[in-house]
């Protein structure tokens, strides 16, 4: 009996998800805890595994929306595919009482079925699903180059080889294969245009992702619902930047890690949100909610959008507790494996501009939370020291805060509080 693949909940208020990617082709075989799919919702991507051995059997393409629990394809342990699985792999072993009819692939040719693979071949980074679609196809994985992560051969790599094979021998090779059990996957319309004067494509029209479009929601409802009012201050680096310097070397050895500026300022928030509680709540209804806990969330970039997870109960974490945690966040994003979890609680966020050379911003609020500091591009500028005009990194801040909840009085002393604690950063040590 066919298994149903079905769309996970990953979240009270996530609906819907978009297929960003199908892991196997259609009628692949795939074995109890492969990675099938990848879903990207408006908050974090995910990837479904397979509940049971079988031939997967697509019914929604690549890039179609749907609803959770909709049922994406199905897993037939009982089908031919499964029943064939060990034949399927001798492409040229001797012809079984009825062999299914063969049909014609670009490829290599394909390796003697019964020839043992070599050492070299047994030790390619590779999945067993790709490995199986190289032999299937009679590719020579120690001629390949893996792209993956970490050097790992992908079926996109496979498929590029038997491509450019194909094209330099200028013609196409039969590969005597066993069919297997195909469902045409269920058409869906993607709303992508293009229109120009002949060649010259002028532009592109593209459906927004559930990401994109949630932080497009979530951007525009942070303006309409709250008094979001910016102050600004700049702080010199110096002091952070000579400590840093001084003890990089000592830190990395006994913790594996870089110190980086990201530890420095969330101690120094946590700092200021002791010193200054209003910043430390929310509105909710007519009720005020002062949070007694320290949970910061850290804006992070990804190439599916802007995530903030949140490193939680920094003033109990150390410096390199917040450094690895923020280590383990951006692990985590490059490889779209940020858990709902992770994205939720935060009191306060920090937005660091600085990284992509941002010289000024006035940061948006992240609901519901009532402040947000933003951290820019350091730049040697002058300034007036002691009478003296002298050289100095700098650093402008801004303090976004919701002017219902926080007076302008308490969001100046707390950027301030920041700023003594980044110029002075003893201060974090003894709490001075």
Known sequence: MAVDVKIPAVGESITTGTIAQWHHPNGALVRQGDVILTLE?????????????GALQILVEEGAEVEIGAIV??????????????????VDAPAQTEPPAPVAAAAPTPKPANDAPSAEASHVNVSPTV???????????????????KGFIT????????SLAADSEGQTRELTVFKKPVVEPVPVSVSV????????????????????????????????TAAILTTFNECDMSAVMQMRKGLQEAFIAKHGIKLGFM????????????????????IDGNDLILNHYYDIGVAVGTERGLIVPVIRDCDQKSFAEIEQAIVDYATKAREGKIEFSDLQGGVFTISNGGVYGSMLSTPILNPPQSGILGMHNIQQRPIALNGEVVIRPMMYLALSYDHRMVDGKEAVTFLNRVKDCIEDPTRLLIEA
């Open 193 to 224: 245009s293009v229109s120009g004067d002949g060649d010259e494509q002028r532009i592109t029209r593209k459906k927004m992702s559930p990401l994109r479009r949630k932080i497009a929601t979530h951007l525009v409802n942070a303006q309409q």
């Open 41 to 53: 919702t408006d908050k974090v991507s995910s990837e479904l595994e397979a509940e049971a051995d």
């Open 131 to 149: 490995r199986q679609f190289a032999e299937d196809k009679g590719v020579d994985l120690t001629n390949v180059e893996g792209t993956g992560r």
């Open 155 to 162: 079926k996109a790599d496979v498929e590029a080889a038997l």
């Open 73 to 90: 394809a199905t897993i037939d342990p009982d089908s031919a595919a499964t029943r064939e699985a060990p034949a399927a792999a001798d």
């Open 263 to 282: 530890s420095f300022f969330i101690k120094a928030v946590v700092d200021a949100l002791k010193t200054v509680p209003s910043v430390n709540g929310r």
